[in-house]
T-cell receptor, first 108, second 113 residues
Framework: KNEVEQSPQNLTAQEGEFITINCSYSVGISALHWLQQHPGGGIVSLFMLSSGKKKHGRLIATINIQEKHSSLHITASHPRDSAVYICAVRWGAQKLVFGQGTRLTINP | GAGVSQSPSNKVTEKGKDVELRCDPISGHTALYWYRQSLGQGLEFLIYFQGNSAPDKSGLPSDRFSAERTGGSVSTLTIQRTQQEDSAVYLC???????????FGPGTRLTVL
């Protein structure tokens, strides 16, 4: 069983829709990362958070430490948001453990 | 400023040959990570360097894999006697410290025939 579970695995939506991607993990963590991987393969770090909520442009990330759950939201989605979104958690100060990713497709 | 760079971007090799993959981290970043992404699979941790501390090698899949980091900067991941299951994209990331955001390189796509 993967220690980091993402849902859904695949998500297709229309431009403008509000998107939510979920991440659950099994034990207490020191930090959680949301990453974006575009079709060309490059990975960009979107957020790193250990509590509360962060916002950057149309992206919002929240984390509930007690429930071991994080969500990534995209408001007013656009086709350029189409990518794989990856949740990764860190236990202690070292390596990341990754979820399987959520493939998001936004149709115009 | 310059991001994390990796070379080569693509490498095709024959089964049984050795390969070396290079990572140039962002200048001043003390932490460096190697990850692997096999086709259709998620990312998996391979090895981690932090300053002058002993590296965390717990993710290396076999003793055919090794990595070094010279002078606290450039890192080389070496795979000896490559096997077809080693085919994957190998990603390097660096960060200013262990509790910071990680910056990823573009990856090296390794194909073992």
């Amino acid at each position: 069983k993967n220690e980091v579970e993402q849902s859904p695995q695949n998500l297709t939506a229309q431009e403008g829709e509000f998107i939510t991607i979920n991440c659950s993990y099994s034990v207490g963590i020191s930090a959680l990362h949301w990453l974006q991987q575009h079709p060309g393969g490059g990975i960009v770090s979107l957020f790193m958070l250990s509590s509360g909520k962060k916002k950057h442009g149309r992206l919002i990330a929240t984390i509930n430490i007690q429930e071991k759950h994080s969500s990534l939201h995209i408001t007013a989605s656009h086709p350029r948001d189409s990518a794989v979104y990856i949740c990764a958690v860190r236990w202690g100060a070292q390596k990341l453990v990754f979820g399987q990713g959520t493939r998001l497709t936004i149709n115009p | 400023g310059a991001g994390v760079s990796q070379s080569p971007s693509n490498k095709v090799t024959e089964k049984g040959k050795d390969v070396e993959l290079r990572c140039d981290p962002i200048s001043g970043h003390t932490a460096l990570y190697w990850y692997r992404q096999s086709l259709g699979q998620g990312l998996e941790f391979l090895i981690y360097f932090q300053g002058n501390s002993a590296p965390d090698k717990s993710g290396l899949p076999s003793d055919r894999f090794s990595a070094e980091r010279t002078g606290g900067s450039v890192s080389t991941l070496t795979i000896q006697r490559t096997q077809q299951e080693d085919s994957a994209v190998y990603l390097c990331a660096s960060s200013p410290g262990t509790m910071n955001e990680q910056f990823f390189g573009p990856g090296t796509r390794l194909t073992v025939l």
